[in-house]
């Protein structure tokens, strides 16, 4: 089977819809896409959405960016709780993202907003045997919380004979509690080569994260690889980091493609780099491990949870695998195993942050709780530069930004598509989270 080339430079799947007048002639297809689903709003009327798009790309620090698109038919009249986009890939699962409530009663009659997935793509960019989508909603109500309804027709992602492969195999898979729909990932086998440039997944802090082969690997030893994390309040930046063999595994397709064409990954590598470029971003700093004879007190230390960054200091020498810590900013004191620990290359930058935010003439950040009740109103610019809107900024959260116009008009779009001037305004004006060592 020939394979297609795909730019690694943006990644975009652009998903076919399945219409009502596609799938009426085969009744199979159409009670398929329908399994499971919530019952409609109002049967006896068309849907009152439909999605018109949905597509997805990978941005600078290979998240999964997804865009949709949708219609509104008709205006439903009840008031809304909350608002879903839910999409079932064919494979089994679940992945569900808020979708602006304003949508269904709002005098717009179309709608554009993004989301963050995760693990749904492979590493070509598809989500693998494809996927059905729909709109779903929760009516507000005082006292219970009521099942939800679909508000729009199924919206397939993928190719027409993507859906007859998922048609003829039958009901999707039920995943259990607390699983989701994954892409099919492998421990990296004994004595595998991986050139340059290679996807992976690298478990850091608990969590396995999207990672990239950084310098091209023998069949024994660690890897050096590129992984982008977020320290709190910050921006997901480049590090580079050591990976021992048995905390990476990796696509079964992608060990194919190795043994296909081994330099293809390469261009990967390189796209990525002048994307950093391109955003100032700078070059990925290293993490070293900390070591018993490079702790001191007050040295910088960086510490990995679910695939974020604490900031801490070291309180005490290391001693028996374990070291005594404490935030940059004071307060109480804790134990940590060594292994989970780095050296922090930008300790003395991150001390003179917290000095800076702690004095008392320091203004709280822009959509903190502290800050002034009064909206703060500025122009915000698309990563194009063609588009602005002048808007308050309400949150940040899973590099989604949530903007609000002068007209109560809510907006939601991923922090990449932001222009590099308003994503450094946001990396500024966000204060250190809270540190789970504080009292």
Known sequence: MQRRRVSFATVLLVACLVGQAAFAQDKNTQVW???GLPPLIDPAKEPPHEITGVKFERNHCDQEILTAECRRVWQITTIPDEVKLVILPSRGGRSAHYAPRGMTMGPQKSERFGA???SLLNYRGEIPGGARAYLEMRRATPNDRPAPVRISKVYWIGTSDQLAAAVKKGPPPTLEPGQSPNVEMVNLPANTALPIGTPIQFQIGGRWTPAMVYEAAGTTGDLIVQVFLARPGGLYKPWIADA???????EPDVLQAIRENAGQFAER???RQQQLTSMNLGA????????AETISVGQGLLMFSLGNITALQAAGAAENGVV???SPKGGKESRVEL???YLDPEAPKVAAAVAATTTPSSAPSAGSPAASSEPRFRIWKDSTGKFEIEATLVSVENEVVRLI???KKEISLPLSRLSAADQKFIELSRTEASNPFDP
Do not use: F, H
């Not at 021992?244 to 990796?250: H, N």
């Not at 990925?284 to 070591?291: D, E, F, V």
């Open 33 to 35: 896409l329908e399994l």
């Open 116 to 118: 963050i997935t995760e």
């Open 244 to 250: 021992d063999r048995s905390a990476v595994r990796i």
């Open 269 to 271: 590598l390189r796209s």
């Open 284 to 291: 990925p700093q290293r993490l070293k491990a900390a070591t």
């Open 324 to 326: 005594t810590v404490r």
């Open 339 to 341: 292994i989970n620990l």
């Open 405 to 407: 116009r002068k007209d």
